[in-house]
């Protein structure tokens, strides 16, 4: 698992968008309207139960930093946004030839980054995924993202499984019963439906999905397409400055 000096987001630094917390569904609205008019900041749609999200993850961070661009980690479930915009086709692991392909693909990746690759038993993480929300409002998000990668990904574990998620909050220093109680609220619920459907309307069709302003990347491969959207952002500022 990779050491970071700083266990907290850069999307909870002083004067950022992202609030300390997000009480209300208004405040998820009003953060993605305030994102979209930035071009310094990259809404990150994720789900732990994708192989390229984590991925994704092991490069984001360093990428946002280089720019100084405000990383902001969102909860989406992979499933509802494939049907959210129609794509009912079954899943990669239902599709033998794809899912081999798949399976070479991404452990190709995890050897090119340097990380561990372990296929966990299972494939759901609706707790897992809004407990970001908490970390949030905890001050350490980039720590949760990246210790709940490392137990699913990294080493192989249930995302859905109590003890798997024990383990992520003890490491990241969450409160356990105020995050169990956290994850499992139906307002928490609300939250992460209100993010889904707002991704849906902005196009949003899987993960990783990284938008800056009104330009969408989708997938572990795009990120280069992402530093140049960067870059060129950074140039434009700094010709107007």
Request: net charge negative; glycine share 6%; hydrophobic share 40%.
């Amino acid at each position: 698992m990779r050491d970071y000096p700083d266990a907290c987001n850069v999307a909870n630094t002083s004067g950022s968008l992202v609030n300390d917390t997000i009480n209300t569904v208004l405040d998820i609205y009003q953060l993605f309207e305030a994102a979209v008019k930035s071009h310094s900041t990259i809404l990150f749609y994720l789900d732990f139960i994708s192989p390229f999200s984590y991925l994704a993850n092991v490069k984001l961070p360093e990428l946002a930093a280089r720019y100084r661009a405000e990383l902001v980690y969102l909860p989406l479930d992979v499933m509802r946004a494939k049907l959210a915009i129609g794509n009912f086709a079954p899943s990669t692991r239902a599709m033998p030839g794809k899912r081999n392909f798949i399976l070479r693909d991404r452990l190709w990746w995890a050897q090119q980054h340097g990380v561990s690759m372990q296929t966990p038993p299972a494939f759901s993480a609706p707790r897992l995924n809004a407990g970001m929300l908490y970390a949030q409002e905890c001050g350490c998000v980039r720590n949760y993202v990246d210790t709940a990668f490392h137990h699913v990904w990294g080493l192989g574990g249930d995302p859905d499984d109590d003890e798997l998620l024990a383990a992520v909050v003890r490491q990241t220093g969450l409160d356990p019963e105020a995050y169990f109680s956290y994850v499992n609220a139906v307002e928490t619920r609300e939250r992460v439906a209100a993010i889904a459907g707002d991704a849906a309307s902005r196009g949003v069709f899987g993960v990783p999905t990284m938008i800056v302003g009104d330009e969408m990347f989708w997938g572990n491969d795009r990120l280069d397409f992402l530093e140049e959207c960067l870059e060129s952002n950074t140039q434009e500022t700094n010709d107007v400055s």
